[in-house]
């Protein structure tokens, strides 16, 4: 399941970083869409599904969103 989180965050900061960039410049910076209608949909479909992977399993791989107590020394 590590290996899934990982690609997730992976296509999860390409994603914002190209919608970043989208932001800033306007559409003409749109990095995915320069390489091509399919690779840039293949790319979106892939994000779309790692956000939902995030989506689904981030309280159980979130140490910051851990129900149980710290433990102190």
């Known amino acids: 399941m590590k290996a899934v989180h990982v690609i997730a965050w992976i296509l999860l900061v390409v994603g914002g970083l190209n919608w970043g960039l989208v932001g800033i410049g306007g559409e003409g910076w749109n990095v995915v869409a320069k390489l ?4 840039a949909t293949i790319i979106y479909v892939l994000v ?5 992977a995030s989506i689904f399993t981030h309280k159980k791989d979130c140490k910051a969103c851990d129900s149980r107590p710290a433990q102190t020394m």
């Open 36 to 39: 091509g209608d399919t690779v």
């Open 48 to 52: 779309g599904i790692a956000a939902l």
